[in-house]
């Protein structure tokens, strides 16, 4: 009966420390149908970031291009992609570190929807 308990025991232990993980995957993003001319730069300072697709859901959204000043100086746009498994965000990088891109700043019309959102 002892040997049944501590074993209960032990499974009971286990369970505490296990992890279950539950992921949607939707393949990668079709090829770009959206064509656009580039617009002329507002200005000095002023990154294009070019138009992607990226996930929302179970499904692709385009991402239309726009102009923007990096998240701070001497940081550059490392470019959203996927690699046939998994789909990796649009971020800025520099000496001073990692800035992801964030879709909510994308409702501003500030033309630099990205400057300093991180780092100041």
Same mark, same amino acid.
């Given at each position: 009966?002892?040997?049944?308990?501590?074993?209960?025991?032990?499974?009971?232990?286990?369970?505490?420390?296990?992890?279950?993980?539950?992921?949607?995957?939707?393949?990668?993003?079709?090829?770009?149908?959206?064509?656009?001319?580039? !617009?002329?730069?507002? &200005? $000095?300072?002023? +990154?294009?970031?070019?138009?992607?697709?990226?996930?929302?859901? =179970?499904? *692709?959204?385009?991402?239309?291009?726009?102009?923007?000043? !990096?998240?701070?100086? &001497? $940081?550059?746009? +490392?470019?959203?992609?996927?690699?046939?498994?998994?789909?990796? =965000?649009? *971020?800025?990088?520099?000496?001073?570190?990692?800035?992801?891109?964030?879709?909510?700043?994308?409702?501003?019309?500030?033309?630099?929807?990205?400057?300093?959102?991180?780092?100041?």
């Amino acid at each position: 009966m002892k040997i049944k308990v501590f074993a209960l025991m032990l499974l009971a232990a286990g369970a505490v420390f296990a992890q279950v993980s539950v992921g949607v995957r939707i393949g990668a993003p079709p090829p770009d149908r959206v064509m656009r001319a580039q !617009p002329r730069s507002p &200005g $000095a300072g002023y +990154v294009w970031v070019a138009g992607y697709q990226y996930p929302v859901g =179970n499904r *692709y959204q385009w991402h239309q291009g726009y102009w923007t000043r !990096p998240a701070y100086e &001497g $940081a550059t746009w +490392v470019a959203p992609h996927h690699d046939g498994q998994q789909y990796f =965000n649009g *971020y800025w990088k520099g000496d001073r570190g990692q800035v992801n891109h964030d879709h909510k700043w994308d409702k501003s019309k500030d033309k630099n929807r990205d400057y300093n959102r991180d780092h100041k």
